[in-house]
């Protein structure tokens, strides 16, 4: 073997001087970096101002999402409002309806919790088939992040709720006003009216200066620029928790209120964006999984299409509602594969197939789809999105 | 026990945010619109992104049809077909629309909208009046089709347990491939650098603009808000800002991600003149095939002169 000029020879970054401290007071990421970015696939929306775009998963690695590649979803675009001019009302059935300014909010003990954000409808384009070519396309509506926020139940108390109201109805401040109805037990519970993410502001896009992080469940409910919270006797049945986020089954009966996001598990590397480079040997097989409903206990990974299951390591225990990193260290003797994962969470359930879930629900449910996902690999590395009987 | 932190929310303001209506109508402000009025507010400001008659422009939303397709391999969800509240209609034209400039309708101009919506969707007819005291006569048909999540029983119920390890399965086939469809995007090309030369914009003749023709351009403009800005501060939305699109070569505006159709005309060396703007605006995808553009066009020749005259009166 001949020896490498990168070490045999004197290279200009050993040699000349790099960048001063101040030459990004806030840093971006490498310019090699430049491919790690979100995408969005322009057909499924009619602009990109009500629109979503993918956060690129199959680049990522542990499970905190960096906020400016986190995926985005507006239903009016992602406005821009100023902590001066943010306020935050609290009426209906309380005592006292009261408003809040953001640095009201500042004031009230504050919490940090690590949760995933999915929106009901990603993996949704592959109900009738394998479609897009990516675990970015298939699985990249979510993103998972350290929230710093005010529990929702300390401004319920702080207005004086009556118990005799069992929803709350929460709003945006943005043209699209969105708006979704809360059971009072789950407002009670875990949800968070969020300000920090990651140890910084919120971004534009997610929602600043104010969101609401509602652990577990869609990410349509995680209203963005919160405005507004009403205690009330019932929902409102708003455009969003109606005409939008409900599952039609296949006889046209649809399921509303499906507010959980359940087990669901997807290997980012080896993936159709991430092939294998290196050819036969050792491989880190990788991937995400996650629970709505808790934390999960274990992932499998199939290399066959689910014939046999390896279980593979968690890179530490998951945590209830955040997303679990799990790799397979394997041996790849250079093979095709049909690669899966199946996440297993605390409450028993197991991730279902394609299959299992059209058998229940149909071709036309749109959201919520948490089933197990393949990728072909060739001998060549390269991956593709299949399905397998 | 609280911490005595925020304001008392005054009646107000209470008012001025809490619009939400529910199903049996509470929320509703008194008034009324029919049809006919309704088809004429619909025609102004809603008929650019869902049609003369709900019917839907390009990938916008229908709101009219789908009557008993829910159960069909591509179910069309609309008003008529799917919503189960009236309620919901009203709230969210209410709050929410026009696009690009909502809660700008009175009252009266939401209750016209949504009989005109009920009637493209065959559920009333045209002398239908809808007010805050016909609100409860109308029952949407699908009002009975939803039932609450049941995942519990009829899934989790079933897979939960020591999962299969090993001999799952005899065979395994691939039985569907996403190459089949392949609808990914595919990354962009570097652009080649000629590409990136300067196009020598035609200096714009000087003409004096009638203020009148001007100022009812202004109105007609109101079509295109929901997409486009114009004026200082102005910024790209779902359409290019047309600060000074009146001789500006086509496909010119910096951060604008443009069609294919439209690019490829730019590189033919197309200028946005009265004329060709004009042309454009009568029949959009007549005059560019693959537009993304989802405008249907100006049937009114007053309104062409008046909306051109309009863009050629809003400077750089």
Redesign the interface.
Known sequence: ASPDPLITEVQPWASGLGDGVDAAPYGMPIEYEDDVVR?????L??????SINFTPIHALDGTITPQGCAFERH???AIELKKEDYRL????MVD??????YA?LE??PRENHVYFCECAANTGMEWA??????AQ?THGMIHNMEYTGVPLRTLL??A?YDTAGKWV?V?GAD???N?RSIPMEKALDDVLVAFKANGEALRKEHGYPVRLVVPGWEGNMWVKWI??I?VAN?P????EE??KY?D?L???????????M?AKSVVTSPS?QAPISHGKGPLVISGLAWSGRGAIKRV?VSV???????TARLAKPGEKMALTRFYLDTEWNGEEM?LQS?A?DE??????TKA?LRE?RG??SIYHNNCIQTW?VRANGEA?????? | DTFGIGRAALPEEIAAWDKDVRPDGTGLPVGSGDVLTGEEVFADQCAVCHGDFAEGVGNWPKLAGGADTLADDDPLKTVGSYWPYLSTTWDYVNRSMPFGNAQSLSPDEVYAIVAYILYSNDLVDDEFVLSNETFSEVTLPNHDGFILDDRLETEHSKWVGEPCMENCKDEVEVTMRAMVLDVTPEEDEPEPEDALEEVEAPIAEVATLDPELVAAGEKVFKKCKACHQVGEGAKNKTGPILNGIVGQAAGGVEGFKYSKALQAKADEGLVWTEDTLAAFLAKPKAFMKGTKMSFSGLRKEKDLAAITAYLASVDD
């Open positions: 995408r969005n696939v322009e057909w929306t009619a602009d990109t101002i009500s239903h009016s675009g009302m609290i009426n209906g006292q309806p009261l408003v809040f300014t009201d004031r009230f088939g394998a479609q897009l070519n990516g396309f108390e702080e004086g109805y709003e043209a699209s006003s708006g405005r507004r009403e019932a409102v049945e708003s455009r109606t005409s409900t039609v296949a006889n046209g009966v649809a399921r509303k209120w499906t507010w959980e359940d159709p499998d066959d299409g689910g014939k046999t299951w390896q049909l199946r297993m409450t028993g359930y197991v991730q279902p299992q229940v071709l036309n072909l593709e999105n299949v399905e397998v009987s």
